[in-house]
């Protein structure tokens, strides 16, 4: 090989190395390829609604409409929107530590499962919308039957991923623990809880969105305080003012969507070790 051919493809392999080099440097979510086939989705979208918006006005409203209905009414949809927000916050908070601590016990102690789990899958199955009533006999007209409702709905998918997670143990790494002697404690701290931490992330991604429907259930059932975004929605159905009903729960999946970005940079943080994720049971 003649010394120009070395020296042409040494040139070729350090433009190539430089052009991946840049490529990489370069964030994903500004690469073309991660945002324009999502935003030219969203157009269709758009153009489709606002033609069937046109050619029957009440059954859609326009998306100006929609949008004029949020910027007229900014303080009424923020204050229902921050009380929602709490409802996510405080009730999904709750279930989620209930939900990942149960799983901690039944880990470790097989005949609490045996115990618990027929209750808690019974519990499950029972639909919200039948509970939220007698919660609020049971604990009044205020904010804690929808905390409840809110934690009921993210409790089964939590306890479900973690209690997964929990057991889905390295049988070789569990035996080298055993013969160094470690206590269950160490084993819990240094193997078992690190191990389920993709499971559990698995289970809070199933388990936020499931909080925002929660809240809105909540506030469609259950009666006394005519706040959030859920009571927003059904209030305004009932006047039948689509810009204010479509825009209120348009708000409800901005809140769904910001929980699960934040979810996915708290995880990226946590779990950078992780190569993959954990598919979600429940």
């Known amino acids: 090989m003649s010394e120009m051919t070395i020296r042409d493809t040494t040139a070729t392999i350090a433009t190539a190395r430089l052009a991946g080099s840049a490529r990489r440097g370069i964030p994903a979510w500004l690469r073309w390829g991660a945002w324009l086939p999502t935003l030219i989705t969203f157009a269709i979208a758009a153009a489709l609604w606002q033609v069937v918006a046109w050619a029957n006005p009440y059954v859609l409203p326009a998306l100006q409409d929609i949008g004029g209905s949020l910027v007229d009414d900014a303080g009424m949809y923020w204050s229902n929107f921050l009380v929602t927000l709490l409802e996510v916050v405080v009730g999904a908070s709750a279930g989620i530590l209930a939900g990942f601590l149960l799983a901690v016990v039944m880990a470790e102690f097989q005949i609490i499962e045996r115990a618990v789990m027929p209750l808690v899958i019974i519990v499950m199955v029972t639909p919200i919308v039948a509970i939220a009533p007698a919660l609020v006999v049971a604990f009044g007209f205020g904010m ?139």
């Open 144 to 282: 804690v039957p929808k905390f409840i409702v809110t934690g009921l709905v993210v409790f089964f998918p939590m306890l479900v991923n973690s209690l997964a997670g929990l057991r889905d143990v390295d049988q070789r790494a569990l035996d080298v623990f055993k013969t160094l002697h470690a206590s269950r404690w160490e084993i819990f701290r240094e193997l078992r809880l690190p191990g389920s931490m993709p499971y559990v992330f698995a289970g809070l991604r199933i388990a936020l969105p499931l909080a925002v429907v929660g809240a809105a259930v909540a506030e469609f059932v259950a009666a006394g305080q005519q706040a959030g975004l859920g009571s927003l929605v059904t209030t305004s159905a009932a006047q039948a003012n689509l810009p204010v009903t479509w825009a209120s729960i348009a708000l409800l999946c901005l809140l769904g969507v910001l929980l699960i970005v934040l979810l996915a940079v708290v995880r990226r943080r946590v779990l950078w070790w992780s190569a993959g994720e954990v598919t979600a049971k429940g």
